[in-house]
C-alpha cells in the first residue's frame, strides 16, 4: 500500500502528517484557488464562534440582572458592569502578549488552544446556573480567564487571511469576510434568547461547545499559508517514504518584528488610537443594547436580544460597503473618517428617536449599526493588514500578528476605562466619544492626501513644476 506523507512547515517547526486520506475525501479542494476559498470560509467560522460565545451574557444580563447572577439587587448594574470590565480588561492585556506570542508559534496550534480554552471557560459560565452558584467572584474569575484566551483569535485569523489574499480587492474581500462578527453576534443573540427565560446556563453552554468544536475542525483543516498547499497536492505517480527530515534555518530569514518595532511602522499609532474610541462604542452596543431596548421600547428579553441583531446587520452591510469604498478610493482613511462623521450625530439622534417607538428604532439601529462597525471593520481587518505589509519592513512577513494586535489592543484599553461608565448611561450617549476618533483619523486623511499630492507631481509635469514654485514662497 502506497502512501504520500505530506511535510508541513510552521515557522521553523516541522509536522510530518499522512494528509492523504482526508484530502481523498474532499476533492474540490484540490487546487491553490480553492485551498484560498476553503481558507477564507474556515476563518470566517472560526472567529464567528469567537463572537458567538461573547454574546450571551448581554441576553442574560436583562432576564436575569437582581438575583440570578449574583443576588444583589441595589447595585446589579455596577456589578454587570464589572463582569464585562474584567472580561475587556483581561482582553486588552492579553492582546498586545497574543501578537508577539502569535508571530512565534504555529498558528494552527495556537488558534485551536485558544478556541478549546474559550469554549471551557464560557461553558463554566452556564454551570454556575445548574450548580445554584452566585458568587461575583466566580464570574468575574471565568470572566477574565476568558478574556485572556479569546485574545489567541483575532491576530490568528488576520494573519492567516491576510497571508492568502494580497492587497489588490483586501477591502471588499475583509468587507465581507470581516461580517463574521456580526454574524457570530447575531447567533449568539437568537441561541442565548432560545434559552434565556428557562434555562440560561444553556445560553452559555451551547456556544462553549460551539467553539470548542470548531477548535478541532481547526487543528484539522486550517493551513496557515499559501506555499504550505504545494505539499497537500495530491502526487500520483509518486511515492515518498518516510525519512528524518533536518530543518537548517536560513540566515536570510526574516525574524519577527519586535513591539516597538511594529509601532513605528507609519499609522499603526493614529489608527490605533482611532479604534481606541470606535471600539468603545461598538462594544457599549454589543454588550448593553438588549438591555437598553428594554428600558426605552418595554419589550421582554427575548424580543429585545432579537431586535439588537439589526444593528448587526447593519454593520454587515456597512463593513462590505467600507471595504468597496476604500479599494475604488485607495483611501482608507477617508473613508473610516468620514463614515465616523456621519456616526456621531446619528448616535445621539438614536438616544431620542428610539423613544418614539418600534419602527424608527429599526430604521436607526440598521444605520447605527452601518456607521459604527465600518471603519471598526475595515481598521481590524484590512488596514491592519496593510500596514503589517507595509513597504517599511521590507518584505518581512513576520509582523502583521503583532501590527493587529497592537490595533486591537490600543482599542479594548479605552474601552475598559469608558465601558465602565457607560454601565450607568444608555448606548446612544456615544457620540462624544466618536468626535474624538475622528480626530486621529484626520491624521491619517492628512497622509493620504500628501501621498495623492506626492503621486500627481510625479505623473504631472507641469503640476509639479507648480509645486516646486509654491513651495519655495
Known amino acids: 500500500m502506497n502512501e504520500t506523507d ?12 499522512s494528509l492523504h486520506s482526508w484530502f481523498s475525501l474532499l476533492p474540490f479542494v484540490c487546487s491553490p484557488c480553492r485551498y484560498k476559498a476553503l481558507t477564507f470560509i474556515l476563518t470566517f467560522l472560526l472567529y464567528t464562534s469567537f463572537h458567538l460565545s461573547r454574546k450571551p451574557i448581554s441576553i442574560v444580563k436583562v432576564r436575569n440582572t437582581p438575583t440570578e447572577i449574583c443576588r444583589y439587587k441595589s447595585n446589579y448594574k455596577q456589578l454587570l458592569g464589572a463582569m464585562d470590565y474584567s472580561f475587556l480588561c483581561a482582553y486588552a492585556v492579553g492582546m498586545y502578549l497574543s501578537g508577539i506570542i502569535g508571530e512565534r508559534l504555529p498558528i494552527r496550534l495556537y488558534l485551536t488552544v485558544g478556541m478549546l480554552t474559550s469554549g471551557l471557560f464560557t461553558c463554566l459560565f ?4 445548574f450548580y445554584n452558584i452566585h458568587s461575583l467572584g466566580f464570574y468575574i474569575f471565568v ?5 485572556l484566551v479569546q485574545t489567541t483569535g483575532w491576530p490568528s485569523v488576520v494573519t492567516c487571511i491576510g497571508n492568502w489574499f494580497g492587497k489588490g480587492r483586501r477591502g471588499l474581500i475583509m468587507g465581507l469576510w470581516n461580517s463574521h462578527t456580526s454574524v457570530g ?14 434555562n440560561w446556563g444553556l445560553s452559555f453552554i451551547v456556544p462553549g461547545l460551539i467553539i470548542a468544536v470548531m477548535g478541532v475542525i481547526c487543528f484539522l483543516f486550517l493551513i496557515e499559508r499559501n506555499n504550505d498547499t504545494q505539499l497537500l497536492l495530491p502526487r ?9 527530515v533536518v530543518v537548517v534555518k536560513s540566515e536570510s530569514e526574516p525574524s519577527a518584528i519586535s513591539f516597538m518595532g511594529a509601532l513605528r511602522i507609519p499609522g499603526v499609532i493614529e489608527f490605533s488610537l482611532c479604534l481606541l474610541f470606535a471600539k468603545l462604542v461598538s462594544y457599549t452596543f454589543l454588550f448593553w443594547l438588549p438591555l437598553y431596548i428594554t428600558k426605552a421600547a418595554h419589550l421582554d ?16 452591510v456597512g463593513g462590505i460597503l467600507a471595504g468597496v469604498i476604500s479599494d475604488k478610493l485607495g483611501k482608507r482613511a477617508t473613508t473610516c473618517a468620514v463614515m ?3 456616526a456621531a450625530p446619528t448616535l445621539y439622534g438614536f438616544s431620542m428617536i428610539s423613544e418614539f417607538g418600534l419602527g424608527p428604532t429599526i430604521g436607526m439601529l440598521l444605520v447605527c449599526g452601518g456607521l459604527v462597525n465600518g471603519p471598526y471593520a475595515l481598521i481590524t481587518t484590512a488596514v491592519s493588514a496593510d500596514l503589517g505589509t507595509h513597504k517599511s519592513l521590507k518584505g518581512n512577513a513576520r509582523a502583521l500578528s503583532t501590527v493587529t ?7 479594548s484599553s479605552l474601552t475598559i476605562n469608558g465601558f465602565y461608565l457607560h454601565s450607568l448611561t444608555a448606548p446612544g450617549d456615544s457620540s462624544p466619544v466618536l468626535f474624538c476618533s475622528v480626530l486621529f483619523e484626520l491624521k491619517c486623511v492628512n497622509q493620504n492626501l500628501q501621498q495623492m499630492k506626492n503621486w500627481l507631481c510625479a505623473s504631472t509635469p507641469t503640476l509639479a513644476r507648480l509645486h516646486s514654485r509654491t513651495s519655495t514662497l
Open 185 to 198: 453576534n447575531i447567533l449568539g443573540s437568537l441561541i442565548a434568547g432560545y434559552w434565556v427565560s428557562s
Open 143 to 147: 470572566q477574565v480567564a476568558n478574556g
Open 126 to 129: 452556564g454551570l454556575g446556573y
Open 301 to 316: 428579553a427575548k424580543k429585545a436580544g432579537d431586535l439588537s441583531t439589526l444593528f448587526d446587520v447593519g454593520g454587515i
Open 405 to 411: 494586535a497592537i490595533i486591537d489592543g490600543t482599542g
Open 6 to 17: 505530506n511535510v508541513i512547515y510552521f515557522r521553523g517547526n516541522v509536522w510530518i502528517c
Open 340 to 342: 465616523l462623521l456621519l
Open 236 to 244: 500520483d505517480s509518486v511515492c515518498v517514504p518516510v525519512q528524518p
